[in-house]
């Protein structure tokens, strides 16, 4: 059997520098805008980022779309086929059906290929928090953990990963089935923002909300000094919806109240910004 490869889909936004280095792969997803279909790869081949949130604030009809059984056969057979195995990592099955599409794929791969394996995971995350369980998976593999205790190891150490997210957007949660119209309507006449956390399932919730960026922003440090571990350095992921001087801002603050954090500012991919719009923020990282 040879060796085994590491992939991930788009919606998780890693540090570009390991898909560079060929750490990772990065499994391409489509969304609609205006009833069209397109691709996000997080490279050139697909659609530029800035460019989807031109049609965000344009407020154009968008949805995404799972990744369906068989494009993940499609992807991963050639791997199986040549004899490597493969280890994947997914968006969260709260979010998606992408990750239910995998595994009746890794059964059906599994069987047609005995001789390699095809392990999908459930992330229960998304955007950089998965970006932060995906350099998990790297080490463990540069490290010479097997396929198998490189999977177990994820199991265990996603559940201690938490984000919490700032959405200015209040339409964009409500095209999602996340708010009520009536909530979009009076929380836009009061400038109240939610802010939002994942769940243990992978879902999300609203954990609080504020009036304006600025105690939003302050919300959630304090959701994070609450939650983290000062005393070693830590990755921390800021993912957003093309607003970098908001990014760099919050930036600035997680490095002012833990000087241990090693943080790391990316946008967020179109399959996350089509539910969280424009000016949203997400602060990914570790837990206690």
């Not at 050639?78 to 099955?93: E, M, Q, W």
């Not at 540069?142 to 200015?168: M, P, Q, R």
């Amino acid at each position: 059997m040879k060796d085994y490869l590491l992939f991930m889909d788009v919606s998780g936004d890693i540090d570009r520098s390991y898909v560079d280095s060929g750490k990772i792969s990065l499994i391409p997803m489509e969304f609609i805008i205006n009833g069209e279909a397109y691709t996000y790869t997080d490279d050139a081949d697909g659609m530029d980022p800035v460019a989807f949130y031109e049609f965000v604030r344009q407020k154009a009809p968008m949805s995404t779309t799972q990744i369906s059984p068989s494009k993940w056969v499609e992807y991963f057979e050639p791997y199986l086929r040549d004899g490597y195995s493969a280890l994947c990592l997914c968006l969260s099955s709260g979010l998606s059906s992408s990750y239910n599409s995998a595994v009746a794929a890794a059964e059906e791969l599994n069987a047609k290929y005995p001789n390699a394996k095809f392990v999908p995971i459930d992330s229960i995350r998304a955007t950089g928090i998965t970006g932060i369980i995906a350099e998990r998976m790297i080490l463990n593999k540069d490290n010479g953990l097997s396929i198998e205790d490189n999977a177990a190891d994820i199991e265990e150490f996603k559940h201690k990963t938490l984000a919490c997210a700032y959405v200015d957007d209040l339409d964009s949660l409500k095209r999602g089935g996340r708010i009520s119209r009536t909530v979009a309507f009076f929380g836009g006449l009061l400038d109240i923002k939610p802010l939002i956390q994942f769940n243990a399932d992978g879902t999300l919730s609203m954990w609080g909300k504020q009036r304006g960026y600025k105690k939003s922003i302050t919300n959630m440090i304090q959701y994070y000094m609450d939650k983290t571990d000062t005393e070693h350095p830590q990755t921390v992921y800021i993912t957003h919806a093309n607003d970098a001087n908001y990014a760099n801002e919050l930036a600035t603050k997680v490095k002012e109240a833990n000087p241990n954090a090693v943080v790391k500012i990316r946008l967020l991919s179109p399959i996350i910004g089509v539910h969280l719009g424009t000016s949203a923020m997400v602060l990914g990282f570790v837990g206690k």
